[in-house]
């Protein structure tokens, strides 16, 4: 079956400006979680929507939000963005979102703010 | 709050030789605990979780509550073990997974 997909691959953003980031999880899953990733803070968690519903959410400003469609896919969206934000961005499927359930890695979204 | 140290960033190792990347974690409940790797230029992917207690490309990992860790292990390293490693921890009934900072393991010839 297809793997998480993630889009777009690359983005380069200026400073103030927003960004919109896709996944699309595994045909089945309905929990998706996204990650950011960055050389300083290593792999940290955003927040994980379980149809529809942010379920969690990790110690990120406001400025980073999210939401999930009917069919499981999810959108990461950051506002006024900050130097400090360019980072591989992870979206991680799983069936149910259990805490013992195999999370399934998309290839990520390397974004660069200028 | 939860906290996973993986105290080595590089362990260089020679092809046939014993394989232990350290990993402790800071929780006091029920821990979910797992490792997860990442090959060159490959996504990142479950490698074990200690719930299934099973062997994976000869790798194992036993969870120690009493000294909160969570070691990889592998009697007889393979060139193609060299990989970046993350030691996990999930907590709650949900996923939020805690990530260590990861150690790149080097198998040389």
């Known amino acids: 079956k297809a793997g998480v997909t993630q889009t777009p691959r690359y983005l380069i953003k200026t400073r103030g400006q927003q960004v919109t980031l896709s996944c699309s999880p595994i045909s089945g899953h309905r929990s998706v979680s996204w990650y950011q990733q960055t050389p300083g803070q290593g792999l940290q968690f955003l927040f994980e929507?379980?149809?529809?519903?942010?379920?969690n959410k990790g110690n990120f400003p406001g400025r980073f939000s999210g939401r999930q469609f009917s069919n499981s896919r999810s959108e990461m969206n950051v506002s006024t963005l900050e130097l400090g934000d360019s980072a591989l961005y992870l979206c991680?499927?799983?069936?149910?979102?259990?805490?013992?359930?195999?999370?399934?890695f998309g290839p990520g979204t390397r974004l660069t703010v200028t | 709050a939860q906290r996973v140290t993986q105290p080595e960033k590089l362990l260089s190792v020679f092809k046939g030789a014993p394989v232990e990347l350290k990993c402790n974690y800071s929780?006091?409940?029920?821990?979910?605990l797992f490792w997860y790797v990442q090959y060159s230029r490959q996504r990142l992917q479950l490698l074990l979780r200690h719930i299934s207690r099973e062997s994976i490309k000869g790798f194992t990992a036993d969870l120690n509550k009493g000294e909160t860790s969570f070691h990889l292990k592998k009697p007889f390293a393979q060139e193609e073990d060299s990989a970046m490693y993350y030691c996990v921890l999930n907590t709650g009934t949900a996923s939020k997974l805690t990530f260590g900072t990861g150690t790149r393991l080097q198998v040389t010839l």
């Open positions: 929507y379980f149809s529809e519903t942010q379920r």
């Open positions: 991680a499927s799983s069936l149910l979102g259990g805490a013992a359930d195999e999370q399934y």
């Open positions: 929780y006091s409940g029920s821990p979910e």
